[in-house]
T-cell receptor
Framework: NAGVTQTPKFQVLKTGQSMTLQCAQDMNHEYMSWYRQDPGMGLRLIHYSVGAGITDQGEVPNGYNVSRSTTEDFPLRLLSAAPSQTSVYFC???????????FGNGTRLTVT | EDQVTQSPEALRLQEGESSSLNCSYTVSGLRGLFWYRQDPGKGPEFLFTLYSAGEEKEKERLKATLTKKESFLHITAPKPEDSATYLCAVLSNTGFQKLVFGTGTRLLVSP
């Protein structure tokens, strides 16, 4: 089992560019989430999904879009990148609400 | 608003020197408190979940405890491989999937 796989590992964007961060899990978990991690701040929830076709906003959703067409995949879209979106992004999955999260190894994004 | 404060921010120990990390929390009804370990360049790795005051869990050299206001992660006779950042997170009864994380304690264990 690969667990949670995130691609790419590193990405540099110019302000205004768009991109999609990919996340896939092979544990058949219903719940998936996206977090960002910034120095001096705890992990913050961006968006989450409780199953295919169902998504909801977390603490810091502005500037990000998500969709969930399959159980396995949960991509995060940046429509128009801003320097404030420079961060490390983690995707996580869990079996049900309140159960432990399984994290991927992150995507380090720099927006110049 | 749910809040988590971890202390100290950083801790240096000699191999074998036991210590404790603190996680203070404010939450509107605790559903669960989670401890994770994070190595540089990696995602957090789950360690423990605690659900109610008085609960304790152990794994190798680590022991997590919980009161109504805080949790401790006790590290007994640490080894260099225990060096990592330890993250604490809480989930409230009304938070559903919304974990609130602390900023972590960076632990360095020297041989």
């Amino acid at each position: 089992n690969a667990g949670v796989t995130q691609t790419p590992k590193f990405q540099v964007l110019k302000t205004g560019q768009s991109m999609t961060l990919q996340c896939a899990q092979d544990m058949n978990h219903e719940y998936m989430s996206w977090y960002r991690q910034d120095p001096g701040m705890g992990l913050r929830l961006i968006h989450y999904s409780v199953g295919a076709g169902i998504t909801d906003q977390g603490e810091v959703p502005n500037g990000y879009n998500v969709s969930r067409s399959t159980t396995e995949d949960f991509p995060l879209r940046l429509l128009s990148a801003a320097p404030s979106q420079t961060s490390v992004y983690f995707c996580a999955s869990n079996q049900m609400g309140g159960s432990p999260l399984h994290f991927g190894n992150g995507t380090r994004l720099t927006v110049t | 608003e749910d809040q988590v404060t971890q202390s100290p921010e950083a801790l240096r120990l000699q191999e074998g020197e036991s210590s404790s990390l603190n996680c203070s929390y404010t939450v509107s009804g605790l559903r669960g408190l989670f401890w994770y370990r994070q190595d540089p360049g990696k995602g957090p790795e789950f360690l423990f979940t605690l659900y109610s005051a008085g609960e304790e869990k152990e794994k190798e050299r680590l022991k997590a405890t919980l009161t109504k206001k805080e949790s401790f992660l006790h590290i007994t006779a640490p080894k260099p491989e225990d060096s990592a950042t330890y993250l604490c997170a809480v989930l409230s009864n009304t938070g559903f999937q919304k974990l609130v994380f602390g900023t972590g304690t960076r632990l360095l264990v020297s041989p």
